[in-house]
Structures are given as structure tokens and as C-alpha cells.
């Protein structure tokens, strides 16, 4: 390249004298100029090629392809994006499918566990009801007997006084008990 730059330099220091020399019009031919003119084209254009065209043309096919490189990366990661949204949107479906189920499993539950609670808290209402029947059935026979005691403390107290004689107390008490067994208890209808 060194040997030619100077070459080139003076053609077209040679050309340029030689264009002074013939003054003529712009447009008229001249073979001289028009020959050092297409050797200079020609010299200029083999260097551009050996130099400049090469480097400049495996530059644009390394961007050209690079960018085809960029497109599909950017389409496979499009591609891995769409397919991550899908799995995503059917772990969301899933998710919500498990949380209706939760849902409707604590609903059963919540019920099952309100009639148990229920029917225990009856139960235990029955049982208070039995618990205080027997008390009151207990209070009763327990009331008859003071009763019946009463009633045989005062008939022997009255039988006493009508016959005014003293028998003893424990064959007064067993006569007068046997009497008041044999009368029939009738029980309350309320």
C-alpha cells in the first residue's frame, strides 16, 4: 500500500498539470486524463476492496448475524415465556380448585361438628331432665314417708288419747304401719 499511495499522488499531480495545459471546455474529451482517471478508479477499487469492502462486509454479516441470533433468542425466550404462563395459569387453577375443596371440606366439617354439638348439648339437656325427674320423684316418695310418719305419730297420738291407755309404742307404730300399707298409694296425675 505504501508503494502505491506515491503513485497515485503523482498521477494525479500529473493529471491535474495536464488539465491546466489543455484549457478547453468541461465537456470536451480528452484520452489522457480519461485513461489516468480509470487507472486511478481502478487502482482506487482494488484497495477498497483488498481493504475497506472486506472488513466492512464481514462486519455487516457478523451484525446481520448477530440480530439473527437476537430474533431467535428472543423467540425461544417468548416460546419458554408463554409456556411458563401456562404452567403458571394452571398451577393459579389448581391452586383454586384445592382451595374450594378446603373450602367446602371445613363447610362439611364445621357442620358435622354443629349437629354433634347440638345433639350432645340435647343429650345433656335430656340427661338434666331425667337427673331432676328423679329428684323430684325421690323428694316425693321421700315426702309420703315423712308423711306416712307423721300421719302414724299423730294417729297414735290421737289412738292414745281415745283409749287412754298406754300400750307401747313400738306394737302401736307397727299396727298403725301395716294399716297404712295395705291403703293403696295412687300417684299424681298432673
Known amino acids: 500500500m505504501n508503494t502505491i499511495l506515491p503513485f497515485l499522488l503523482l498521477l494525479q499531480e500529473h493529471a ?3 488539465a491546466e495545459e489543455a484549457s ?3 465537456l470536451s474529451l480528452q484520452a489522457g486524463l480519461m485513461f489516468w482517471t480509470l487507472v486511478m478508479f481502478v487502482a482506487l477499487w ?4 483488498k481493504y475497506a469492502f472486506k472488513p466492512m462486509t464481514a462486519a455487516v454479516e457478523a451484525r446481520e448475524k448477530a ?3 437476537a430474533i431467535a433468542a428472543a423467540q425461544a425466550d417468548r416460546d419458554e415465556a408463554a ?5 403458571q395459569k ?7 380448585a384445592n382451595a374450594q375443596k378446603i373450602i367446602a371440606d371445613s363447610r362439611m366439617v364445621g357442620e358435622k361438628l354443629r349437629a354433634e354439638m347440638v ?3 340435647r343429650a345433656q339437656q335430656q340427661e338434666m331432665l331425667d337427673r331432676a325427674r328423679r329428684e323430684i320423684e325421690s323428694e316425693k316418695v321421700r315426702a309420703v314417708n315423712e308423711l306416712r310418719r307423721e300421719a302414724v305419730d299423730l294417729a297414735i297420738a290421737g289412738a292414745g288419747k ?3 291407755k298406754n300400750l307401747d309404742d313400738d306394737s302401736n307404730r307397727r299396727i298403725v304401719e301395716s294399716f297404712l300399707a295395705s291403703i293403696p298409694v295412687t300417684p299424681d296425675k298432673r
Open 162 to 164: 281415745v283409749i287412754e
Open 83 to 87: 409456556r411458563i404462563l401456562a404452567e
Open 67 to 69: 440480530l439473527e441470533d
Open 16 to 18: 491535474a498539470g495536464s
Open 90 to 96: 394452571s398451577g393459579i387453577e389448581e391452586a383454586r
Open 46 to 49: 482494488m484497495i477498497l476492496q
Open 24 to 26: 478547453g471546455s468541461l
Open 119 to 121: 345433639e350432645e348439648t
